[in-house]
């Protein structure tokens, strides 16, 4: 092999960090240059696509899923009910007090009944802001519950994870790390996510591969595959070079395309400059293709046109939620992410990307509540239902909720116990999965039992689901989660075993968990 062949192959691997670009868009713009792939024959008879909606920094998903029997209440109330500032929610049916705190258990009123099929002999309900799942779950049946959820090496008890030489993830309880062992199943340094590689087995299903993994968010390594890329876009749509929403540079159109010209051009023979300018160039093509398959986001699937003047995202009614804080309407960012994959989805429906198989990411923050819990986790559960509503009622305009998965992820969960106005650091967490293949209005594992804290060390001894300060110890792994979207998107069962490097140590039975239809 000759060094000039190992330096090009080199180079391809790399072209995104190679791009010489300008301006704001510069980074983005190059991580798409990487994205770039060959055309494939396109053979999926249908379209599908799965939303990963990461909530960074821990939800304390026990205050958004919650048992209500009289057993799990008491213990839950009796935990969380702790001074200086309570978080534990109220009773169903509890009227909310409009003279309480803004954000407090009192202003919010009770938990919201939900009636999934296999109750377990159990009785549940949502958050006090989450009145549109609630109707989603109960009535729509387009929403599951998977509880417990969390990455596992294998089926782990209380006992084994006592045992310091049995499997587990690596550096629990620590946000970078977990919240790439959800997305990678390694810590911190991961280069490759589960997203990206259904990515890498699913690409060839697409006529322009380009598009396959997509991120609405900035970089995420759950979309980076092996051999695919993930190809970002903004809130507006597609990322231009340098340039702003006209296309112009420092204000000119002129610099703009001097800019595209310098890119795509070569100043001498070498095969490497040439393959720049080459990988350039279809950047720039892939760049208009989608901003030119894209509809507009005013278009009534997508947001509300303006009376007068132009479109502005932020005071579009359909992309604002109710802010408990301050009670007045509010932009949602995370709507704002979904719009821009729905107006994505709703071209690769049409054909006018040539995508068949898709994998987006988007994101909130925010989630660390380790103090002002009741007012942070009530606005962001506000937004997260909110956000969830917009996406479902957008694509059922399209007529596409077929065709769209949606669910959560975190980097994990938090104690069931307070600090006295939050929760810390924990392990298994509940999730949302969405969608009109979804089976939903029901719960997918078992609920985990919460039981009482001994007051000497906060263990929680009457428990098999709770270790130290109530944490939950996962049920349900994330590679089963994964494995379930993947076998609806089309993997086989031999790539689902090399996707999912852990799912080989759960029963055959159990890997798939049941929630897609």
């Given at each position: 092999?000759?060094?000039?062949?190992?330096?090009r192959r080199l180079f391809l691997r790399h072209a995104g960090a190679m791009s010489a670009t300008v301006g704001a868009g510069a980074a983005p713009?190059?991580?798409?240059?990487?994205?770039?792939?060959?055309?494939?024959?396109?053979?999926?008879?249908?379209?599908?696509?799965?939303?990963?909606?990461?909530?960074?920094?821990?939800?304390?998903?026990?205050?958004?899923?919650?048992?209500?029997?009289?057993?799990?209440?008491?213990?839950?109330?009796?935990?969380?009910?702790?001074?200086?500032?309570?978080?534990?929610?109220?009773?169903?049916?509890?009227?909310?007090?409009?003279?309480?705190?803004?954000?407090?258990?009192?202003?919010?009123?009770?938990?919201?009944?939900?009636?999934?099929?296999?109750?377990?002999?159990?009785?549940?309900?949502?958050?006090?802001?989450?009145?549109?799942?609630?109707?989603?779950?109960?009535?729509?049946?387009?929403?599951?519950?998977?509880?417990?959820?969390?990455?596992?090496?294998?089926?782990?008890?209380?006992?084994?994870?006592?045992?310091?030489?049995?499997?587990?993830?690596?550096?629990?309880?620590?946000?970078?790390?977990?919240?790439?062992?959800?997305?990678?199943?390694?810590?911190?340094?991961?280069?490759?996510?589960?997203?990206?590689?259904?990515?890498?087995?699913?690409?060839?299903?697409?006529?322009?591969?380009?598009?396959?993994?997509?991120?609405?968010?900035?970089?995420?390594?759950?979309?980076?595959?092996?051999?695919?890329?993930?190809?970002?876009?903004?809130?507006?749509?597609?990322?231009?070079?340098?340039?702003?929403?006209?296309?112009?540079?420092?204000?000119?159109?002129?610099?703009?395309?001097?800019?595209?010209?310098?890119?795509?051009?070569?100043?001498?023979?070498?095969?490497?400059?040439?393959?720049?300018?080459?990988?350039?160039?279809?950047?720039?093509?892939?760049?208009?293709?989608?901003?030119?398959?894209?509809?507009?986001?005013?278009?009534?699937?997508?947001?509300?046109?303006?009376?007068?003047?132009?479109?502005?995202?932020?005071?579009?009614?359909?992309?604002?939620?109710?802010?408990?804080?301050?009670?007045?309407?509010?932009?949602?960012?995370?709507?704002?992410?979904?719009?821009?994959?729905?107006?994505?989805?709703?071209?690769?429906?049409?054909?006018?990307?040539?995508?068949?198989?898709?994998?987006?990411?988007?994101?909130?923050?925010?989630?660390?509540?380790?103090?002002?819990?009741?007012?942070?986790?009530?606005?962001?559960?506000?937004?997260?239902?909110?956000?969830?509503?917009?996406?479902?009622?957008?694509?059922?305009?399209?007529?596409?909720?077929?065709?769209?998965?949606?669910?959560?992820?975190?980097?994990?969960?938090?104690?069931?116990?307070?600090?006295?106005?939050?929760?810390?650091?924990?392990?298994?967490?509940?999730?949302?999965?969405?969608?009109?293949?979804?089976?939903?209005?029901?719960?997918?594992?078992?609920?985990?039992?919460?039981?009482?804290?001994?007051?000497?060390?906060?263990?929680?001894?009457?428990?098999?689901?709770?270790?130290?300060?109530?944490?939950?110890?996962?049920?349900?792994?994330?590679?089963?989660?994964?494995?379930?979207?993947?076998?609806?998107?089309?993997?086989?069962?031999?790539?689902?075993?090399?996707?999912?490097?852990?799912?080989?140590?759960?029963?055959?039975?159990?890997?798939?968990?049941?929630?897609?239809?």
């Open positions: 092999m000759s060094t000039l062949n190992a330096s713009f190059a991580l798409n240059l990487a994205a770039l792939g060959t055309a494939s024959a396109q053979t999926a008879s249908d379209y599908r696509a799965i939303v990963c909606i990461f909530l960074f920094g821990g939800n304390d998903s026990i205050n958004m899923v919650l048992p209500t029997d009289t057993s799990s209440w008491a213990a839950y109330s009796a935990v969380r009910n702790q001074a200086p500032e309570s978080i534990a929610l109220l009773a169903p049916g509890v009227a909310p007090n409009v003279a309480a705190g803004v954000g407090s258990p009192a202003r919010l009123g009770g938990v919201l009944p939900i009636t999934p099929l296999n109750a377990q002999g159990r009785t549940f309900a949502l958050h006090p802001l989450m009145g549109t799942l609630q109707t989603m779950f109960n009535a729509d049946k387009r929403l599951a519950i998977l509880p417990n959820t969390g990455p596992l090496i294998m089926p782990t008890s209380k006992a084994q994870y006592g045992q310091s030489t049995f499997p587990k993830p690596a550096r629990l309880y620590s946000h970078n790390d977990q919240a790439n062992t959800w997305q990678s199943f390694k810590p911190e340094g991961a280069t490759t996510g589960w997203g990206g590689r259904l990515g890498d087995l699913m690409a060839s299903q697409n006529s322009k591969s380009v598009f396959t993994a997509v991120s609405a968010t900035g970089n995420s390594v759950w979309l980076a595959g092996q051999t695919m890329k993930q190809y970002q876009v903004s809130t507006n749509g597609a990322i231009r070079m340098g340039s702003d929403a006209s296309g112009r540079i420092y204000g000119s159109t002129d610099v703009a395309l001097a800019m595209e010209r310098i890119v795509k051009g070569t100043r001498g023979t070498h095969v490497i400059e040439g393959d720049l300018a080459s990988v350039s160039q279809r950047s720039l093509d892939a760049e208009l293709a989608l901003r030119t398959a894209l509809k507009a986001p005013s278009e009534p699937l997508f947001g509300t046109a303006p009376t007068t003047g132009t479109y502005n995202a932020g005071a579009d009614p359909k992309l604002q939620y109710d802010n408990p804080l301050t009670g007045a309407k509010a932009a949602n960012s995370l709507a704002l992410q979904l719009q821009i994959v729905a107006r994505m989805i709703d071209a690769g429906i049409s054909g006018a990307t040539g995508a068949k198989r898709q994998v987006f990411f988007v994101s909130m923050a925010g989630f660390d509540t380790h103090d002002n819990q009741n007012q942070t986790h009530a606005e962001l559960m506000a937004k997260l239902s909110h956000a969830l509503r917009y996406f479902d009622t957008a694509l059922g305009a399209m007529n596409a909720r077929h065709s769209v998965t949606t669910f959560t992820g975190s980097d994990f969960g938090r104690t069931f116990t307070s600090n006295g106005d939050g929760s810390d650091h924990g392990w298994g967490a509940h999730h949302f999965v969405m969608g009109g293949a979804v089976k939903g209005g029901d719960l997918y594992g078992n609920f985990p039992v919460l039981g009482a804290k001994n007051v000497n060390n906060n263990n929680f001894d009457n428990s098999p689901n709770q270790l130290g300060n109530g944490s939950l110890l996962p049920e349900n792994s994330v590679d089963q989660l994964g494995a379930t979207l993947g076998r609806w998107f089309g993997l086989s069962d031999v790539q689902l075993l090399d996707v999912f490097p852990n799912l080989k140590n759960f029963d055959l039975s159990k890997r798939d968990l049941g929630f897609m239809g």
